[in-house]
């Protein structure tokens, strides 16, 4: 069951530090979402990404924050200089063509809390 | 700018119930209109989706109703079972805007036995 692979599940850091997270689409999924989900809240879209092209980042913080999807391998989400408010669960979706007809495959998240 | 509001936050029914969801959304140019059902520790799953051009879909025990005019949607899940105990979230998108989803902030769904 090839579905949307991240990784890792849980990622534990310290204030000021990175944190990487790292997504595999389905296969034959070329388009790569990152959603953010607060506690008690709906998720909240970050970035959108085809290969080696960011699309639109309109939800992206402006700082410390970036995305990439390379060529090969899988898409990463990172966070530089990570502060508390960052915890979160990050899920990334894929999709197999654009438009929003084409319906996204979430994975099981990472959960980033930050100590 | 809350753009999909859905309520109720929680909801308990009966085993055998009607558990219904609502969502209303703000921005006219939204042209899908999905529902997502997310168990503890897992990614959201699509569970039925609607256009705007249709007034209800159905899936087994899951109904979605639109209503463009008052720009709102709802989900039902006839005979609720137990298993259906998780957390739903309505979502919308537009075309234009290559898929990214707009979410509500997800009802709280318990069905007892």
């Known amino acids: 069951n090839a579905g949307v692979m991240q990784n890792p599940r849980h990622l534990v850091r310290r204030r000021g530090q990175e944190a990487r997270l790292r997504c595999s689409p389905m296969?034959?999924?070329?388009?790569v979402y990152w959603y953010r989900q607060l506690p008690e809240e709906g998720l909240k879209f970050m970035v959108y990404l085809q290969k080696e092209n960011i699309i639109d980042e309109s939800g992206m913080p402006k700082e410390r924050f970036s995305a990439e999807f390379p060529k090969e391998g899988p898409s990463i989400l990172r966070i530089q200089q990570v502060v508390r408010g960052d915890s979160a669960a990050y899920f990334c979706a894929s999709s197999p063509l654009q438009g929003s007809n084409q319906p996204q495959h979430f994975g099981d998240g990472t959960r980033l809390s930050i100590l | 700018q809350q753009q999909v509001k859905q309520s109720p936050q929680s909801l308990i029914v009966q085993k055998g119930g009607i558990s219904i969801i609502n969502c209303a959304y703000e921005n006219t140019a939204f042209d899908y209109f999905p529902w997502y059902q997310q168990f503890p520790g897992k990614g959201p799953a699509l569970l039925i989706a609607?256009?705007?051009?249709?007034s209800e879909k159905k899936e087994g025990r899951f109904t979605i109703s639109f209503n463009k005019s008052a720009k709102q949607f709802s989900l039902h899940i006839m005979d609720s079972q137990p298993g259906d105990s998780a957390t739903y979230f309505c979502a919308a998108s537009i075309n234009a805007n290559a898929g990214k989803s707009t979410f509500g902030d997800g009802t709280t769904l318990t069905v007892k036995p």
């Open positions: 296969k034959g999924h070329s388009h």
């Open positions: 609607i256009r705007p051009d249709v």
